[in-house]
């Protein structure tokens, strides 16, 4: 029995459609889902284009995503977490499960992770196989279409709620995809005022839509002074960053208040020079973010869920079927979208 993947096969820009065997050699932990959706992340448009990091990376041929919503229909014979006709998302961090980060509580930073899609074989594909332990059983009803997405959501939530920002002063700097993720989660949360920076007006109308009490464009207007000014001269509590941006990370120095924290979920493509005498004398906490806390995060997820504070309609902005990934991919690389889903 063969299905369809989207696969990186050769040493160069583009993806192929194309068809392999259906996993059937599923380990005793493992289970089988049939795919229902996937959601495409930027670290897959960096595999399509076959940039610098890729090449060093990715060794084809491999079935790319790590993003997806699917039903459980085979179990591996040690399975007791979850049963057939579960639906289910997914961590997409395999993680070892013995190392002394594992045994911590502390497997988001395991150096044995392998990543589906990345390191090993992902989901743009009909059926996939993974651990039963890194499946996420939605109980809230949700459509599967939203189930995608929970991932990268992940990366929000790990990002935001890292700080307390309960009746905070919250900025997001960076309004792509997961920063969009970023706003619903923060207001979701109880921040008591929300500022965004972002220059395409395309996503600076969604983190509106969102509800975000301002968004500032960086090209437009001064905004560390501008920031404080919206915060009594005081400056924020709180500021994430999804933008990667050098100049944004130095500015939230400027216009974070002393005893201030800085979440960092962007990853930048070289090195930055930071003040750090800022950091020292007004005390700031900076905190580095990669992957989601096991199972911490996700617990916060689904606390959202049960609580339906999340607008799923509003961030996810294009569906597409999965013949379509040439579409998804262009609409990313022009930053039209917000998340981006495709169908099985």
């Known amino acids: 029995m063969s299905m369809k993947v989207i696969t990186k096969s050769k040493n160069e820009a583009g993806f192929t459609y194309c068809e392999k065997p259906i996993p059937e050699d599923l380990k005793p932990n493992e289970v089988l889902i049939k795919v229902k959706s996937v959601s495409v992340c930027g670290t897959d448009v960096h595999i399509y284009e076959w940039d610098q990091w890729s090449q060093n990376r990715i060794k084809p041929p491999l079935t790319v995503g790590h993003e997806f919503s699917g039903e459980v229909v085979k179990l591996g014979s040690e399975v007791k977490l979850v049963k057939i006709g579960d639906l289910v998302s997914s961590e997409s961090h395999i993680i070892c499960g013995v190392c002394e980060y594992c045994l911590s509580g502390n497997g988001h930073v395991c150096p ?18 993974i651990p039963e332990e890194n499946l996420f059983i939605d109980k809230s009803g949700l459509d599967p279409i939203y189930l995608s997405v929970f991932e990268p959501l992940g990366n929000a939530v790990h990002a935001v709620r890292h700080f307390d920002i309960k009746n905070k002063d919250v900025v997001i700097i960076g309004a792509g995809p997961i920063g969009l993720m970023g706003i619903d989660v923060a207001r979701a949360s109880g921040a008591r005022q929300i500022i965004v920076t972002e220059i395409n007006e395309y996503r600076i109308n969604l983190a509106k839509e969102l509800g975000a009490d301002y968004v500032l464009n960086p090209t437009k207007e001064d905004v560390v002074s501008k920031i404080r000014s919206l915060t009594n001269g005081e400056g924020c509590d709180v500021a994430v960053d999804f933008s990667g941006s050098i100049v944004a990370i130095n500015q939230a120095l400027d216009y974070l208040k002393p005893n201030g924290a800085l979440s960092i979920l962007g990853v930048f493509r070289k090195n930055i020079d930071l003040d750090l005498n800022k950091i020292v004398f007004k005390g700031l906490h900076i905190y580095g973010v990669t992957g989601r806390r096991i199972p911490e995060t996700w617990n916060q997820l689904d606390e959202l869920l049960q609580k339906k504070a999340l607008n799923f309609d509003k961030f996810v902005t294009h569906q597409f079927k999965f013949s379509e990934m040439e579409e998804a991919v262009k609409i990313m690389r022009e930053g039209k979208s917000g998340k981006v889903v495709l169908t099985l």
Do not use: P, R, S, W
């Open 112 to 129: 044995n992770t392998k990543v589906i899609g990345v390191d090993v074989d992902g989901c743009f594909a009909e059926y996939l196989k």
